[in-house]
């Protein structure tokens, strides 16, 4: 099983995806700030300002029981900053998304470094309170986009479980027009759920993303869902969850998705909402958010290159 751990500190982690390369400080460590174009792009010494969507919710949970409950779901605009230092190391995370803000940084003695290999970062505040995951750009092979999930006021029973898509997103006059015919593009996805009898969970799975540039249409779906129960926070125990499988459809309009989606079980529905990523529209990354029929809910974000 995986430790919760980065270092010493406990923290949420996944198996092979998350959050994403995101985030960063509204000051930086003094060397100068760009908007970011693309992972290439970065230098030494930068903070690099990306611009993405969230969606959040906020939660109370039974510090004793664990029983979780989730309340109604807000989306906004909002800016992920990344400061590296002279050594390219990421050592400020800060995501300016409203009640969703969370803010990671090295000198404020928080946590912040790789998690699984290249594919899964993370963070973690030094009063463990505030824990993000992310999925690393190299390991999925990304260029244009971060995606991930992070939660606020974590063991203290209140607080904000949110998820972010963050890029530069591809200008509505490169859209490909009909000529394109059909791309898929694959990634994952990662989010939050709460069950109808009030159980939290961490959510990972594989990602696809059809898309119809002629017809103006797409699909998404995202398979091998695997689910951590998160009220044992003290070791990872992902079981295989189909329940948990999305499946979904929609417009194009202009460079964003836009469309409905439902769970494969649990009975729970919702939105589907993605951007095209890259000056070329070679990756896609979005948002989702379901609530049930009777109760639960399951926010998340996911990525995928063509």
């Known amino acids: 099983m995986l430790t919760r751990s980065i270092g010493t500190a406990l923290v949420l982690t996944a198996a092979v995806m998350a959050l994403s390369g995101g985030g960063c400080s509204s000051s930086g460590g003094g060397g100068p700030i760009t908007q970011f174009t693309s992972w290439d792009d970065i230098n030494p010494g930068e903070t690099v300002v990306i611009n993405g969507n969230v969606v959040h919710a906020n939660y109370q949970t039974d510090l004793n029981t664990g029983v979780t409950n989730a309340g109604p779901t807000q989306s906004s605009a909002a800016e992920a900053r990344?400061?590296?230092?002279?050594?390219?190391?990421?050592?400020?995370?800060?995501?300016?998304?409203g009640a969703a803000s969370v803010d990671f940084d090295e000198n404020q003695g928080d946590d912040i470094g790789l998690v699984f290999g290249n594919l899964i970062g993370g963070a973690i505040s030094a009063n463990g309170e505030e824990i993000g995951l992310w999925a690393e750009p190299d390991g999925l092979g990304f260029n244009y986009q971060t995606f991930g999930v992070?939660?606020?006021?974590?063991?203290?029973?209140?607080?904000?479980a949110a998820a972010g898509s963050f890029g530069a997103r591809t200008p509505d006059a490169n859209v490909p027009g009909a000529g394109a015919g059909v791309l898929t593009y694959n990634g994952a996805a990662s989010g939050f759920a709460v069950d109808a009898a009030g159980i939290p969970f961490l959510v990972i799975s594989s990602s696809e993303v059809v898309v119809d540039f002629g017809d103006g249409t797409f699909t998404f779906e995202t398979?091998?869902?695997?689910?951590?129960?998160?009220?044992?926070?003290?070791e990872f125990a992902f079981v295989g969850d189909p329940d948990f499988n999305l499946a979904g459809a929609?417009?194009?309009?202009?460079?964003?998705?836009?469309?409905?989606v439902a769970t494969a079980g649990y009975d729970l529905a919702g939105d589907v909402d993605a951007w095209l990523y890259g000056v070329d529209a070679s990756e896609v990354g979005g948002?989702?958010?379901?609530v049930g029929v009777v109760d639960g809910r399951y926010v998340g974000s996911f990525g995928a290159v063509d």
Do not use: C
């Open 287 to 290: 948002l989702f958010d379901l």
């Open 223 to 234: 398979t091998g869902s695997l689910k951590d129960n998160l009220v044992d926070a003290f």
């Open 250 to 260: 929609g417009n194009i309009v202009g460079s964003s998705l836009e469309g409905n």
């Open 150 to 160: 992070w939660l606020t006021g974590y063991n203290t029973g209140a607080g904000v």
């Open 82 to 97: 990344l400061t590296y230092d002279n050594n390219s190391n990421l050592v400020r995370v800060d995501i300016d998304a």
